[in-house]
């Protein structure tokens, strides 16, 4: 554990994901200092959890609060721009949960406001943090494997078919590309070397007008190529593969990868590489934040969410899925 002094975390939103960052933090040797969330009892009741000494009936209240360095946000993704903003403009860093922002306008209005008052601003993105990724990168950079040719993933969810339910309510900006996609494509823009400039995709859009099932194919202008497959009505495994002139790569569950297989082209031996620990994904998440915060190097990869953000942003205005916020939006302008 880090010797250095920590910093004052705390939370608006209080679900699964956020009990698991609860957790990281413990592990770690810190906690949160105070929570808000939507409902001030779900609040309470995950203060007295986690022994947290402030428990605030509004985001609002939270914000105000001079005793808070991080604002971790973990609530629907329709709500992420306006607490961000929040946060930001109340002199909070900030790391929310992905997908970070609606789309892309939304991240580079936070992205700008972040940089004018020299804060940290970053999605919750596990990948970019495993000591899996960092190992592999170090060889890739290496020239070990040779060029990236293209990349294979999939990420397939079976999720029961309800309109109302978070994942597929129009409303709660539901989706398979904003929902397990964004690991898809954040996990392919950790391994090429730019983003991408072409785009084809087909989507099967559920009934409730968001996108349930989608075939994406990405391409550089290093001629490097993605092929992504998305469902949330349909298992499947995460798994990506990337290949090289010299080897592929395989990773099994690479959200939170702690193993890899490297498969030599010459010979076909394989190479088992582990590095990490799943189970402390967002224990690296944490440290890394805490880093970025101390001016102690950037490695949170806001360029990558950028660039993840601009591409899911195209991908949707393609398939006609529109959010009822960004509908609002037009119509302010």
């Known amino acids: 554990m880090e010797k250095k002094r920590t910093c004052r975390w705390a939370t608006i939103g209080c679900g699964t994901i956020a009990h698991e960052m609860a957790q990281a933090l413990q592990r770690l040797g810190r ?7 939507r ?12 022994g947290i000494e402030k428990a605030y009936d509004t985001p609002a209240a939270l914000l105000a609060d001079p005793d ?60 970019y943090h495993m000591p899996l990724y960092r190992a592999l990168a170090s060889r890739i950079e ?22 109302e339910n978070r994942f597929f309510n129009l409303r709660l900006a539901g989706g398979a590309l904003l929902d397990i996609g964004v690991y898809a494509l954040s996990c392919a823009r950790f391994f090429l070397a730019e983003n ?13 007008g968001v996108d349930e099932q989608a075939v994406i194919v990405l391409k550089n202008s290093a ?17 990506a593969v990337f290949s090289f002139d010299d080897a592929y790569i395989e990773i099994c569950d690479y959200p939170r990868a702690d ?13 088992d590489v582990a590095a990490g620990e799943t189970e402390k994904a967002l ?27 601009e591409v899911m942003t195209k991908l949707r205005t393609t398939w006609g899925v529109k959010y009822p916020e960004e509908e609002a939006a037009v119509e302010r302008s």
């Not at 906690?31 to 969330?37: E, K, L």
């Not at 409902?39 to 986690?50: C, H, I, L, N, W």
């Not at 001629?223 to 798994?239: C, D, F, G, N, V």
Request: glycine share 6%; with cysteine.
């Open 259 to 271: 193993r890899a297989s490297i498969i030599w082209a010459a010979d076909g031996s394989r190479e």
């Open 68 to 127: 808070i360095d991080i604002v971790y946000i973990s609530t629907p993704h329709n709500t992420h721009a306006p607490y961000i903003m929040q946060a930001l403009s109340a002199g909070k860093h900030v790391l929310a949960e992905k997908a970070i922002t609606l789309n892309a306008h939304e991240l580079a209005t936070a992205a700008s406001l972040a940089e004018e008052k020299g804060l940290v601003l970053a999605e919750a993105m596990t990948i």
């Open 223 to 239: 001629e490097e190529m993605a092929a992504i497959t998305l469902s949330l009505h349909a298992k499947q495994p995460k798994r």
């Open 142 to 163: 290496a020239g070990e494997f040779g060029s990236l040719r293209l990349a294979q993933l999939s990420f397939g969810s079976y999720k029961p078919y309800d309109m």
């Open 39 to 50: 409902t001030p009892q779900k609040v309470r009741d995950f203060a007295a959890e986690f």
């Open 31 to 37: 906690g949160f200092c105070a929570a808000a969330g």
């Open 283 to 309: 224990d690296y998440e944490v440290l890394a934040m805490e880093r970025a915060v101390r001016g102690e190097g950037n490695e949170m990869r806001l360029d990558y969410t950028r660039g993840v953000m």
């Open 196 to 208: 991408p400039e072409e785009i084809v995709s087909r989507a099967r859009l559920a009934p409730s």
